[in-house]
């Protein structure tokens, strides 16, 4: 203990007298680690730890899905009750979906977000209240389900953890519920950052609702009961409900996921990439000090000659080396989380909130003990890395050799004595080589995002959310009326174009399809029936989202609840099922027997970008007037004839709420957020491989830069002996810098080659562009062609400056 | 060939200037053979290096042919030692990391000789020396007295109008110096220039004067 104390505080004399290479070593490091510890952050949060329930291998989701495919959807509620009678696999099996209710308290109304959870999805997670209690599984039956309990967050925010919360009543959609508990503050399922949760009502309809798949489901595996056999056990009820339900349950399987894997699939191949470009920022940074520290040990051979001669043993030595890159890399590591600090801030700046409450673990982004531990281990790893090959080099010198020094020798000029060296330069080149190809395809391929054509144009639009309440609102015409009249009144605002209305709002990261079969023609079988996405609009809709139409005509404001049902279908639609018929006239059903369950195609429009812009299949999808389709929640969208959009907020929000003062209206934004929202991920990816490549790039010019200028000291006889006989300068230089383009050049290939096998793994994130692009390849090449080339000139235009006469004194 | 006119060279540290050559005036012409001597520290490395074009910290006049050396550039300097002198070293300097053959090729690679014939005036060169077996061996293979025959190869390779030799037998072998001594006087014969610094009588004995220096003063000519 001792010595170890002894040799850190020589250690630590000799950085301080070595100030200069000790701070660009500090700094290199920090910049690896720091980029590690960033990714780190958000890798754990994310993806090895989204959830800190207890046992979380033994959660699950169920899914539906049609058998012997991967599709996941949601469950209907009465499949899941059966299941919950049948199957003797889960300990428990909890409903949840999410929605939204107004609190109406004091003037000003509030859109929460609402999780409607089974009772016994608690005793699932293994979770309590942090005040109160959560639900008694008597409360998902109707009329003793007006109960909610609070999360953390929502009651800070509104309720200042007033504990005397539990037992008031709070005006939900306008009807009383009693408050019966506070979530803990970590508690984050169903990962949706919810404001309150309610129970999931089973009343009647819901125990008949085969039809609809609209609940989610999680549960918890029996101890010893393996997914497979879960899986095993759910097929068996799934074909037993077919039989017994053919209209509803045909072609219909049930499975499991593991609740982790289904929630981390989003985020999991960016973190991925950018993991493994961390790797690669620190093994450069690696090279880079080890490089410097080389260097630096051939200046030192002198010392450790003498400490050898004076009995030193090479272990010694070695721990002696070590100490001294370890303290290296702990100072790097303590800069590194300082850097992390700002890197984890870009991070968490880049992906909106619209995105982020889809992300479990979200808010445990940052700097915690783990991660602390995390950064204190790479340190620690990174110092004896970096720091072993030079103790092991430098402790190997012949010190008779050593001691002599000076003598006629020229130095270690040519490769075979800094074949070490060589290799690490030759290292970065390649690693930054192919980091830089990394971001360089990113920021193609991102750059093909931007130029997708959406099918909408967003510019000018303006969008907001509405939800009315089911009980204030239960007419339909109630509805078609608060919507029509918002639509007219925004629409006559000054300043606006067009108003309208939908029900779901392109890339909004939600959808409700429905399946459909053309009148006249054979129905295809129960299961099997083709999908469209179902929207209903307002009139102007289409023409506020600059969506053309095709054929027929427009919907109308003559389309009413009571004149004939009709419908526009998009231009897929119409290829994939009138590609010789002419659609118009023709009609469609969506279920139900009568007449009026028809609805007559009168128009064609455009194709859009619904899921993202980088959707590869474009889905049918159908537009039905909202006079006789009105939905409860509708985004009211507006277009501003000149200027910002945002700038009519105001005024529209305030013409809307005169409607129903207690109605709130909420997240009013532009389209073009909504566009550059829908590709924040793509864009914080992109934005660290960027930000990696280029700390790459200049980690690496500063190791060539270093290593040639080391060289060019090294070479100062040599070069004066040269010009003796008669090398001018311009020999001199092209002799430098043709040593080092070499070593670049190798690199460069090496990193190519390696370049086309890893970027393989980009392919899922890649955007109209191949992982093997030769643009991207050839131009990354150059640039670092150019870069290296600089590197060089630098110590080559020095190495001219030798004087012959001082270069080659007489001893 | 050579004309040096009140040359003088200091070397100041700090308050101190040491003249190291003093008011040199010294005259050669083409196909003379001279030898330099004096004691240690006189100063005859110092004037062998103003005489070869590497130093230009002097004051002074000094013609090479019609060149007024000490008005010219580095530039020009360099020109004119390329073009005409060959150099040997009191230490030698070979390059270390390269080949006997190597270390004979460099000062013909920074001249435009064509590789078929640089190749045949290396072959000459280690034949004329007899070093031919050693071609492939790095100088550190070498003795002191091996390292200096190639020190002296190398210089007079290119044919140079002007050789100077700051103590070229040092290292040498008693018989081994009269060889290099009677290779210098045959070139002397053919026309080459040679100036050469000796602390050997019997090596002065091949030129034709002597010049003495002490203390940077021209004591004898
Ligand atoms: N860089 C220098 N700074 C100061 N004095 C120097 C320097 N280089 C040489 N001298 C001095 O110049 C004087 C002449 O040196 P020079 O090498 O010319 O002597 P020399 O006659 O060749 O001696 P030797 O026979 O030992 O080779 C010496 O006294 C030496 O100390
Ligand atoms: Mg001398």
Known sequence: MGTVLQDARYALRVLWKNWGFTSVAVVALALGIGANTTIFSAFNALLLRPFNFTDPDSLVVLWERPPNTSTRNSVAPANLLSVREQSNSFSHLAMYNSNSLNLTEGDKPERLEVAAVSPTMFDALGVNAAVGRTFTAEEEQEGRDKVVILTHDFWRRRYATDPAIVNRQLMLNGQPYTVVGVMPEDFNFPPTSNDILIPFTVNDRVRGERGNHYVRVMGRLKPGVTQAQADAELAGIASRLEAQYPETNSNRTIATESLKASYVRGPRPGLLVLLGAACFVLLLACANVANLLLVRAASRQKEIAIRMALGAGRLRLIRQLLTESVLIALFGGALGLLFAVWGIDLITAGIPASLSRYLPGWKNVGIDVEVFWFTLVVSLLTGVVFGLAPALQATKTDFNEALKEGGRTSGGGGFGRNRLRGALVVAEVAISLTLLIGAGLMIKSFYEMLKVEPGFKAGSVLVMDVALPRAKYKEEAARVNFYTQAVERVAALPGVEAAGAVNILPLSRSNTDSAFSVVGRPRPEKGREPQANFRTVSPHYLEVMGIPLRRGRHIADTDRADSTNVILINEELARRHFADTDPIGQRLNFGGDKDSDNYEIIGVVGNIKHESLVEEEIKPEVYRPLAQEPWYSMSIVVRRNAGDPAQLAGAVQREIGSLDKEQPIYNVRTMERVVSESLAPQRVTMGMLGIFALIALVLASVGIYAVMSYTVSQRTHEIGVRMALGASPRDIRRMVVRQGMLLAFVGIGIGLIASYWLMQGLTVMLYEVSATDPLTFGLISLLLILVAFAANYIPARRATRVDPMVALRYE | ?221
């Open chain 2, 1 to 221: 060939m050579i004309r040096l006119r009140n040359i003088e060279k200091v070397y100041e540290q700090g308050v101190n200037k040491t003249y190291v050559l003093r008011r040199v005036d010294l005259d050669v012409r083409e196909g003379e053979f001279v030898s330099i001597m004096g004691p240690s520290g006189a100063g005859k490395s110092t004037l062998l290096s103003i005489l070869g074009l590497f130093d230009s910290a002097w004051t002074g006049e000094y013609h090479f042919w019609d060149a007024a050396v000490h008005r010219l550039g580095k530039k020009e300097r360099a020109e004119l030692h390329k073009r005409h002198i060959g150099f040997v070293f009191q230490s030698y300097h070979l390059l270390d990391h390269l080949t006997v053959y190597e270390n004979l090729d460099v000062p013909l690679s920074y001249k435009d000789i064509k590789k078929a014939e640089r190749q045949a005036m290396v072959a000459d060169v280690l034949d004329r020396f007899q070093i031919v077996g050693k071609k492939d061996l790095y100088p550190n293979q070498l003795s002191g007295g091996q390292q200096q025959l190639v020190a002296v190869a190398r210089a007079v390779i290119s044919n140079p109008k002007l050789i100077l030799a700051d103590e070229p037998t040092g290292n040498l072998h008693s018989n081994q110096g009269r060889e290099i001594m009677e290779l210098f006087k045959r070139l002397n014969d053919e026309g080459t220039t040679i100036i050469q610094v000796t602390h050997s009588e019997q090596n002065a004995q091949f030129g034709h004067r002597v010049v003495q220096l002490a203390d940077g003063w021209v004591v004898k000519e």
